[in-house]
Nanobody, 122 residues
Framework: QVQLVESGGGLVQAGESLRLSCAAS????????MGWYRQAPGKQRELVAI???????DYLDSVKGRFTISRDNAKNTVNLQMNSLKPEDTAVYYC????????????????WGQGTQVTVSS
């Protein structure tokens, strides 16, 4: 079994920073891309940031310049540094990864964390 466990959410004021972390554990042969989605009340889940195994990144337009995604391939972790937070960043943030759990599987499977709440007050 593969598990993704997030940490680092919380309540902050506008302009402050938070750092989210996510660790993948369990039966893992390799990890392709890792990323963060978020879902605000009444809205669809949206991709916030993604990073490939080679380190290429992409971001939601509204967070470019404020958020930075990084990963440690040796530790199977992905982080999201969020600076200059805004009230509209308030959401549940989900870690996700495409993982090949064993050597016999060719197609990576997507896994999700349980989500961590980020609340930004104005």
């Amino acid at each position: 079994q593969v598990q993704l466990v997030e940490s680092g959410g919380g309540l902050v004021q506008a302009g402050e920073s938070l750092r989210l972390s996510c660790a993948a554990s369990g039966s893992i042969f390799s990890i392709n891309d890792m990323g963060w989605y978020r879902q605000a009340p009444g809205k669809q889940r949206e991709l916030v940031a993604i990073i490939t195994s080679g380190g290429s990144t992409d971001y939601l337009d509204s967070v470019k310049g404020r958020f930075t995604i990084s990963r440690d391939n040796a530790k199977n972790t992905v982080n999201l540094q969020m600076n200059s937070l805004k009230p509209e960043d308030t959401a549940v943030y989900y870690c996700t990864a495409r993982i090949i759990p064993s050597i016999g599987i060719r197609i990576p499977q997507r896994y999700w964390g349980q989500g961590t709440q980020v609340t930004v007050s104005s």
